[in-house]
Nanobody
Framework: QVPLVASGGGLVPPGGSLRLSCLASFKMDYYAFAWFRQAPGKEREWVSAISSSDESPHYADSVKGRFTIYRDNAKNTVYLQMNSLKSEDTAVYYC??????????????????????WGQGTQVTVSS
């Protein structure tokens, strides 16, 4: 069993939209979630994070105002709505989760090491 399953990626033209989904195989109420992405030849980059209480979602400057992270605990799913997509958004997108009580600090939500559970990734390609 894969703890997290990411889906929703695909090919979209510049300016288009996609919604990514992260389905958890566990009760997600007490978990913080994040999205990371990695383009070929580049390091994995933090994109967005949301706490278990879903207060004050956090975004990387590169996606702020274009992407929205939100959660539906009843469906055990976290979403990343991506609008106004650019070619530089092309990457494999990964979702990650960690118990909120184990989060050291808010700033740590931006770091790969904070998360114990990871999805397999879904490819997003922005091209005309």
């Amino acid at each position: 069993q894969v703890p997290l399953v990411a889906s929703g990626g695909g090919l979209v033209p510049p300016g288009g939209s996609l919604r990514l989904s992260c389905l958890a195989s566990f009760k997600m109420d007490y978990y913080a979630f994040a999205w990371f992405r990695q383009a070929p030849g580049k390091e994995r980059e933090w994109v967005s994070a949301i706490s278990s209480s879903d207060e004050s979602p956090h975004y990387a400057d590169s996606v702020k105002g274009r992407f929205t992270i939100y959660r539906d605990n009843a469906k055990n799913t976290v979403y990343l709505q991506m609008n106004s997509l650019k070619s530089e958004d092309t990457a494999v997108y990964y979702c990650a989760a960690e118990l909120q009580d184990k989060v050291i600090a808010t700033s740590a939500l931006r770091e790969e090491y904070e998360y114990d559970y990871w999805g397999q990734g879904t490819q997003v390609t922005v091209s005309s």
